[in-house]
Structures are given as structure tokens and as C-alpha cells.
């Protein structure tokens, strides 16, 4: 059994509404990101948000635990395109973070539509992104590709 941990930090200055920070990963593959609450709630304006770096970890880890899964019942695939969607709600009181959805379309030789949901319904429970977001409404739209 194998622990990993990673770390990633935050500079912020100022208040909530008004202040900036920057977001900067151990690994160097973050750096320097900026992060506002303008545009956590508004439009991105080439920063990002806790929201979208959420949705690029549920999005990479699902690919991940779908690819493993498909290979470990002998259809390897050739391709998968994952989206995640994270959306956050303040109408209803503190901001929370409600929903993720995720897309998958896959190219994977010898499979048909019906078992490529099925594998995708079923790497939400392998994939540890999708467990550390149990109180959120996770959705995963699986559409396989035809072939070329």
C-alpha cells in the first residue's frame, strides 16, 4: 500500500471580494495561477478558480480509473475525453459546491454502448476524486465514439 501526498499553496492579499492570490503547486506545474473571488464567481478572465482546479482533478482522475477499469476487463482503450463540470450555489445559503458532471467519449475496441456506461458508471467509485466529493451530486454522461 502506497500514501502519496501532494501540496499546493495559496498567497492572498486583501479581503474576500477585493483581494488577489496566486496558486503554486510543489510539482511547479501550477504557477503563478491567479485567483480572484470576481472571477471565481464571474468570468474567468484567464484566472482560475477552486471550482475549475476541482473540475481538472475530478476530470483527470476519472480518466484515469475508467482507463484502468476497461483494461482490467480487456478493452483497453484507445482514447477517452473527459470533461468535468463543478458548479457552485449561493442561492440557498453558503456557497457550496453542488455538482460535478462529468463527459466521457471513448474509442475502446471490442465494446459496446451499453458496457462503456456501465464501466463509467462504475470508475466514479474508483476514482478518489470522485470520493472525497460524496456530498456532491456527481452525474457522468458516457457516449462511446464510432469507430474512424
Known amino acids: 500500500m502506497t500514501t502519496t501526498s501532494r501540496h499546493a499553496s495559496t498567497i492572498w492579499g486583501g479581503d474576500l471580494k477585493h483581494g488577489t492570490g496566486t496558486v503554486n503547486s510543489a510539482s511547479e506545474a501550477l504557477r503563478e495561477l491567479p485567483v480572484t473571488y470576481k472571477t471565481r464567481v464571474g468570468r474567468p478572465d484567464d484566472q482560475t478558480s477552486p471550482e475549475e482546479l476541482i473540475a481538472a482533478a475530478h476530470a483527470s482522475c476519472f480518466s484515469m480509473a475508467l482507463a484502468d477499469l476497461l483494461a482490467k476487463e480487456g ?11 463543478v458548479t457552485l450555489d449561493d442561492w440557498s445559503g453558503p456557497p457550496t459546491i453542488m455538482t460535478s458532471q462529468l463527459a466521457v467519449t471513448g474509442r475502446v475496441p471490442g465494446i459496446d454502448n451499453v458496457a462503456f456506461r456501465d464501466a463509467a458508471r462504475r470508475a466514479g467509485a474508483a476514482c478518489p476524486v470522485s470520493r472525497a466529493l460524496a456530498a456532491v451530486d456527481i452525474t457522468v454522461n458516457a457516449t462511446l465514439a464510432q469507430p474512424d
Open 75 to 85: 478493452h483497453p482503450s484507445e482514447h477517452l475525453d473527459v470533461s468535468a463540470t
